[in-house]
């Protein structure tokens, strides 16, 4: 018996686990896939065929690797951007297995590229942390609320964190007193990178100095006033990652001959399905599928794909004028970086080079911006087709059409 076979016949004993596979990563990939399709009695020929390096995914990305999952990406755009870091057309990379879903914002991008683009700006950075301590009495919570707020302690916190990381920055505390605990919600400048180990290590670091100083128990690093991966009133009205906003003026023309309706249809349906239906059901985003345009975007450039929750938590608006629909879209928390994560997997790079924000900008910072202003207006246009399509009733028949 070959030694890959004995080792496949091992794991399937359960005399071996998973990752205690000592092979080089392209093997060991191939001998848990062999394993798995005895012990599932499937074939798994599929998760065999990839491009990634998998010795580099293995030790960065991901544990116990047997293959590679495949997502189809189509490009929407050119799409027409007047931001502060994104100028310029750009064509969009969309990772989806949703028939319809590219085709429709796509036609959005041509929408609003016929409309002299969107204009879009990043209004406040800022990625979050926040510890949770235990404190005897209210007392003691005033007492490290107010020990957080002097200056001079804020400075020692801030040189605490810089010994953890050359790139990111303290930028706020917030204090938050809940019985006898105290919520530190931390606010970070990543620069380029998504940050959150960035601010993982540099909140564990300063909550070091914290217990240090007064008489109080790290109780969690996270204590979910942060907050990931989870939809929170706070991240609607505070922000976490990027906070940007999209808008653009169709004129009338243009929303007849690209959408095939009317700025007063569009804005009606709008008003009726975002904002009153949004309330009725009690959403924490008031926007008609922003989560679709995020995900697709975030697979295709290795993004943290379980911060879509934050990232549909925007607000669209469409208000019809006489001559034209003013449409804009807020997305208060977007999480996105060019560096890190599943930034460096080589699919994922190639789809963030081809809107020119692959890696570390110049200066640090900047692509990942750049990289949150064209979501936020691929957004913008994913919101201005599917509601045209609701108003001219063609959201079935595309579905029909393009993938059910």
């Known amino acids: 018996m070959k030694e890959t076979d004995s080792i496949v016949d091992n794991i399937v004993k359960r005399k071996l686990r998973l990752h205690e596979v000592d092979l ?8 848990r896939r062999l394993a798995m399709e005895k012990l599932a009695g499937v ?7 990839y491009a990634i390096d998998a010795e580099s995914a293995s030790q960065r990305n991901v544990e116990n690797m047997i293959g590679a999952v495949q997502v189809p990406v189509g490009i929407a755009g050119p799409l027409a951007v007047n931001g502060e870091y994104a100028n310029g057309r750009f064509y969009v990379p969309l990772a989806t297995t949703e028939g319809a879903l590219v085709a429709s914002v796509n036609r959005g991008c041509k929408a609003l590229t016929a409309a002299g683009g969107a204009s879009v700006r990043v209004i406040k950075d800022e990625m979050t942390r926040a510890p949770v301590f235990e404190v005897s009495d209210i007392i003691e919570a005033q007492r490290l609320v107010a020990w957080v707020e002097r200056r001079e302690n804020f400075a020692k916190l801030k040189r605490a964190v810089k ?19 105290v919520f530190l919600r931390c606010a970070f400048d990543t620069k380029d990178a998504l940050g959150m180990n960035m601010v993982t290590i540099a909140a564990d670091r300063l909550a070091d100095v914290i217990v240090a100083e007064l008489d109080v128990r790290l109780v969690a690093l996270s204590g979910n006033m942060c907050i990931d991966k989870k939809p929170a009133a706070i991240n609607l009205i505070e922000g976490r990652g990027k906070n940007v906003i999209a808008e653009a003026h169709l004129f009338r023309s243009v929303v007849q001959r690209e959408l095939k309706t009317t700025p007063e249809d569009m804005a009606d349906i709008h008003y009726r399905k975002n904002i009153m239906g949004s309330i009725k059901a009690g959403s924490l985003g008031f926007n008609a599928h922003a989560a679709n345009v995020v995900a697709a975007a975030f697979i295709a450039t290795g993004q943290d794909a379980a911060h879509v929750v934050e990232g549909s938590m925007a607000i669209t608006s469409l208000s ?18 060019t ?7 080589r699919t994922q790079h190639e789809c963030l080079s081809i809107m020119g924000v692959a890696g570390g900008g110049n200066p640090p910072g900047t692509n990942a911006k750049k990289l949150a202003e064209i979501i936020c207006a691929a957004v913008l ?5 599917l509601v045209a399509a609701l108003a001219t009733r063609d959201l079935a028949k595309a579905h029909v059409a393009l993938g059910r």
């Open 24 to 31: 080089p990563a392209t093997e060991a990939v191939e001998v």
């Open 43 to 49: 074939s798994l020929d599929g998760l065999s065929t």
């Open 163 to 181: 010994e953890t990381t050359q790139h990111g920055e303290l930028v706020r505390i917030d204090p938050y007193v809940v019985d006898n605990n």
């Open 320 to 337: 019809a004028k006489e001559d034209f629909l003013h449409a804009y879209v807020n997305m208060p928390s977007l999480p996105v970086g």
């Open 339 to 345: 560096v890190g994560g599943g930034t460096a997997v």
């Open 381 to 385: 246009a994913g919101e201005l087709s």
